[in-house]
Each structure stands twice: as C-alpha cells, then as structure tokens.
C-alpha cells in the first residue's frame, strides 16, 4: 500500500471516530440523537474498509478470480449478518418480543424485505441463464 492510500485509510478512520464519537456523546450528554452523524459515519466506516481492503476507497478495480470469489462470499454472508442484525434492532428498539406489539412498521417491513430479498433477486437472476 503506498502513501497516499495509506493516508486515506487513516484519514478515513479518523472521520468515522470523530462522527461516531460526536453522535456518542450528543446521546450521552443531551439525549438526541443525530441521524446525520449516525449515517455518515457508516458511510466513513465504508471507505475505511474499502481503502483497507482494496487498496481503493471505491472498492476493487481490477478483480482476478480470487477478488470476485471474496466479494461473491463476502456479500451473501454479509446478507444474512444483515438479515440478523435487522431483525435485532426491531426487537431491541421496540423492547418487545412479539411482533403484534412492534409499532415501527416501516422497520417491520424492512427486516421481512430482507428475507425476501435474496430468493427474489436468485429468481430474478437464474432466468437470465435458463
């Protein structure tokens, strides 16, 4: 990795610490939470680990065969971690544990979208060979 990306790297991080660490403490010392923040400090965390992995903070550029079998595995995982951690953010958020008493609908919808999401875009993609 040369200079520059590295600066970018720790430039990166730098801005996710300093978004992450800002929404912390607007939580902690008035009790709002800032939607911004929270946002583009995962936006940050996605250039950190994109400069970190690829060496570009867009991601690969050039994929060999090795690249493109990471990125395929890496995104099914990454799918079903997703799927989880939605469906525990609705339950935690809510403080419920039945689904006829959660509220959040629009995060309802989400976290069954997420089940569905992969049988359909298989479906969707498997006729584009058959």
């Known amino acids: 990795m040369d200079k520059s990306k590295k600066i970018i790297v720790i430039l990166s991080f730098t801005l996710f610490c300093i978004l992450a660490g800002t929404t912390i403490y607007r939580w902690g010392r008035y009790g709002t939470i800032d939607g911004n ?3 583009f400090s995962f936006l940050a965390l996605t250039y950190f680990f994109n400069s970190l992995n690829w060496g570009n903070h867009e991601g690969a550029n050039e994929k060999d065969e090795l690249d493109k079998h990471i990125e395929t595995q890496s995104a099914k995982i990454g ?7 939605s469906g525990l953010i609705l339950f935690i958020s809510e403080g419920v544990t ?3 008493d959660i509220e959040n609908f629009p995060l309802l919808i989400v976290v069954g979208l997420t089940f569905v999401t992969l049988p359909i875009t298989e479906f ?5 060979y058959k």
């Open 124 to 128: 969707v993609y498997s006729k584009k």
């Open 79 to 85: 799918y079903f971690v997703l799927m989880v951690l």
């Open 98 to 100: 039945n689904f006829n």
């Open 37 to 39: 923040s929270i946002f």
